[in-house]
Structure formats: structure tokens, C-alpha cells
């Protein structure tokens, strides 16, 4: 059995994610902090940046199938998803946390500067890489979904397909 849902984030969350971003620009117009807005700048910068290129790279190794056949479906790897769900679970805590963690040592605009970077930069991740999809699927003229194989219980394939949008 194949279950598909939608690839792109809606236009809820997209504008979810755009107005947490303005909220913050605002608190740190408000903060009048030099340092904390430059500290903010690097930390979301970078973030977004590793976070929509790995996105986008992982994307892209798919994508050519996903024009040619409609569908790029790959094996479930249930250790490996375990695996990385730890990991990403480890980072993520880790980046959210340390600045709270070292709020004592850190002046006061390295530490809000770095929090509001690192929760911006993961929002300005997602929703740069939901962009990059939407646009894609614009320019290929048709709609991604996520498609999950199972058999039974048991998930056996994850992956992409794509389904072009019929010409009147």
C-alpha cells in the first residue's frame, strides 16, 4: 500500500515561519543591541545555510528520477533512520540548550544573539528549502508528494514522487 501526502509546506506554515522570522528582526530592533543583532545574523545565517544545502543536496540525487519516472522511492532503513533521529535529536538539543547553559559565562548579546540565531536559522532553513520546492515544482510544472510504501505494519520504502499537472 503507498500513502501520499504533500512535499511543500502549505501557505499556512510558510507564512507561519515568515512572520516568526519578521517577530524576530523586531525584538532585535526593540533589544538595540549591536552584537546580539550580529551574533544573530551569523548563527541564522550559517544554520540556514547547512541546513537548506543538505536539504537541497539530498534533493538533488533524487530529483532526475523523479522527472524521468515520476517516482524515487528507496528501501526503508529502519537502523539507519533510528540512527539519525538520535543524532538529530543530540544536535538539536545541543543547539538550543548550550547558549541557556552558558547564559552565565556569555555576555548578554552572544547569548540572545546566538538563541534567537539558531532557532531563526533552523526556521530560515525550512522555510528556504520549502521555497526551493515550490519553485521547482513551478518550473517543472507538476506537484511533489511524499510517498511511504508499506507492507503490512511495517514501512518498507520512503521517498518522493512526482505528478505533472494536466494541460487544458
Given amino acids: 500500500m503507498k500513502e501520499e501526502s504533500g512535499a511543500v509546506a502549505g501557505t499556512k506554515s510558510l507564512s507561519y515561519w515568515t512572520i516568526l522570522l519578521l ?11 549591536a552584537g546580539a543583532s550580529i551574533t ?3 548563527s541564522a545565517g550559517f544554520l540556514s545555510l547547512v541546513g537548506y544545502y543538505y536539504r537541497v543536496n539530498s534533493f538533488a540525487k533524487s530529483s532526475s528520477q523523479l522527472l524521468s519516472t515520476g517516482l524515487a522511492v528507496a528501501p526503508y532503513d529502519r537502523k539507519r533512520q533510528h540512527t539519525m533521529l ?3 535529536m543530540g544536535v538539536t538539543f545541543i543547539a538550543f540548550f548550550a547558549p541557556l547553559f552558558l547564559s552565565s559565562v556569555l555576555s548578554f548579546s552572544v547569548w540572545f544573539g546566538s538563541l534567537i540565531g539558531i532557532i531563526d536559522g533552523w526556521i530560515l532553513g525550512l522555510l528556504s528549502y520549502n521555497l526551493y520546492l515550490l519553485f521547482w515544482q513551478k518550473r517543472n510544472g507538476g506537484k511533489l508528494y511524499v510517498v511511504d510504501e508499506w507492507n ?3 514501512l518498507t520504502g520512503r521517498g518522493l514522487s512526482f505528478t505533472r499537472a494536466e494541460q487544458n
Wanted: aromatic share 20%.
Fill in 152 to 154: 503490512g505494519s511495517n
Fill in 23 to 33: 517577530l524576530s528582526v523586531f525584538l532585535l530592533y526593540i533589544a538595540g543591541d
Fill in 40 to 42: 544573530w545574523l551569523l
Fill in 86 to 88: 538520535f543524532i538529530s
